[in-house]
Nanobody, 122 residues
């Protein structure tokens, strides 16, 4: 079991930056695939970024060049810059234990945080 708690969301103007954190408790996230997803009102949950313990990393096209995901032993981060109104969503951290594969579908992840709201105003 692992519990995930996101933080760092908030309100920012277009072009601004935010840093999201996802802290794990219950066990280390070493050896696991970790991902960020987001969900805007009325839309499906969509992939943002994923990182494996072995160093694999990938981003959604909408995030490439603007977002950077990183991790340490118990926390994953999402540095977001040049934010746009279309980035407004609840951002979720997710974990798939004991795996080193990049997964892009939310159905592949079994542990989720409660989400943190990001609002980008125009």
């Amino acid at each position: 079991q692992v519990q995930l708690v996101e933080s760092g969301g908030g309100w920012v103007q277009t072009g601004g930056s935010l840093r999201l954190s996802c802290a794990a408790s219950g066990r280390t996230i070493r050896g696991h695939t970790m991902a960020w997803f987001r969900q805007a009102p009325g839309k499906e949950r969509e992939f943002v970024a994923v990182i494996t313990w072995t160093g694999g990393i990938n981003y959604a096209d909408s995030a490439k060049g603007r977002f950077t995901m990183s991790r340490d032993m118990n926390t994953v981060y999402l540095e977001m810059s040049s934010l746009k109104p279309e980035d407004t969503a609840v951002y979720y951290c997710a974990a798939r234990l004991f795996d080193t594969v990049l997964y892009y579908s939310p159905t592949r992840y079994f542990y989720w945080g409660q989400g943190t709201q990001v609002t980008v105003s125009s």
